[in-house]
Nanobody
């Protein structure tokens, strides 16, 4: 089971850190991803990290240099640090995980992950 949290209302230029906690399995063994969906738009892969040794990490062009995905295996939690937030980052954010060893870009561009958590709303507005 996955649960994303940490969303909220933030002003443009601000920061938020989203967390995704897992129960029943160990995140370190799985590929992970963060996705978002804004009203009236398709779901977008924001950042995905492959579990394979030397695996790749993918960031959407729209968030490169501003967002960072990370894991804390001791806490069995993954994070999405979001800096320099823009109004266009407003969306419901979801975490997801997969038992496979595909590349980060594969996961983010295909959206094909086994397990999905409930989303958390991020609103960037002044």
């Amino acid at each position: 089971q996955l649960q994303a949290y940490g969303g909220g209302l933030v002003q443009p230029g601000g920061s938020l850190r989203l967390s995704c906690a897992a129960s029943g399995f160990i995140f370190g063994d799985y590929s992970i991803g963060w996705f978002r969906q804004a009203p009236g738009k398709e779901r977008e892969g924001v950042s995905c990290d492959s579990s394979s040794t030397g695996g790749s990490t993918y960031y959407a062009d729209s968030v490169k240099g501003r967002f960072t995905i990370s894991r804390d295996n001791a806490k069995n939690t993954v994070y999405l640090q979001m800096n320099s937030l823009k109004p266009e980052d407003t969306a419901v954010y979801y975490c997801a995980t997969d038992r496979g060893y595909y590349s980060g870009s594969y996961y983010c561009l295909s959206g094909r992950m086994d397990f999905w958590g409930k989303g958390t709303q991020v609103t960037v507005s002044s």
